[in-house]
């Protein structure tokens, strides 16, 4: 049966706060019909960000990319719905902003990989991971989405 209760890890990193475009991004996944089940902001400190990006170290841009996801504050959070993980990556856009179609976040709002706005979790299993590591299990809030039955067949 098709899972309506799929959940992705999304972040909104620290170049999309300081261009004031959390709105902008929450907007997306809001009017695709996804539900926010999850959200915080932070300041991470080194030591979270290179757990969260540990399949990463060792790649020439590891510690770049962990300075500058600490160089101020992101935008935490967990979406839910059919196919989150998947769909969320979609709604991003590619890694690297020139590849990304417009209509995609990173496609309308950025140019380069290294300034590339948002974080998703790439497959159910890492979602599962980035979501544990980022929120405690009260902080996922159990609520009806309204629009549930207009969204879902
Ligand atoms: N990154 C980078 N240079 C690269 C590849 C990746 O700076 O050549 C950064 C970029 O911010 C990217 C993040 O590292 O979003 C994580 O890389 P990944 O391959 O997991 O891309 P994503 O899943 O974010 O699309
Ligand atoms: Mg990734």
């Given at each position: 049966m098709a899972n309506i209760k799929e959940r992705t890890f999304i972040a909104i990193k620290p170049d999309g706060v300081q261009r004031g475009l959390v709105g902008d991004i929450i907007k997306r996944f809001e009017q695709r019909g996804y539900k926010l089940v999850a959200m915080k902001m932070v300041h991470a400190d080194t030591k979270m960000l290179e757990e969260h990006y540990k399949d990463l170290?060792?790649?020439?841009f590891y510690a770049g990319l962990v300075k500058y996801m600490n160089s101020g504050p992101i935008v935490a959070m967990v979406w839910e719905g059919l196919q989150a993980v998947s769909t969320g990556r979609k709604l991003l856009g590619a890694t690297n902003p020139l590849d990304s179609?417009?209509?995609t976040i990173r496609g309308d709002f950025c140019i380069q990989t290294g300034r590339n706005i948002c974080h998703g979790s790439d497959a159910v299993d890492s979602a599962e991971r980035e979501i544990a590591l980022w929120f405690?299990?009260?902080?996922?809030v159990q609520w009806d989405h309204h629009s549930a039955p207009w969204i879902y067949e």
């Open positions: 170290a060792g790649k020439p179609a417009p209509g405690k299990k009260e902080e996922l």
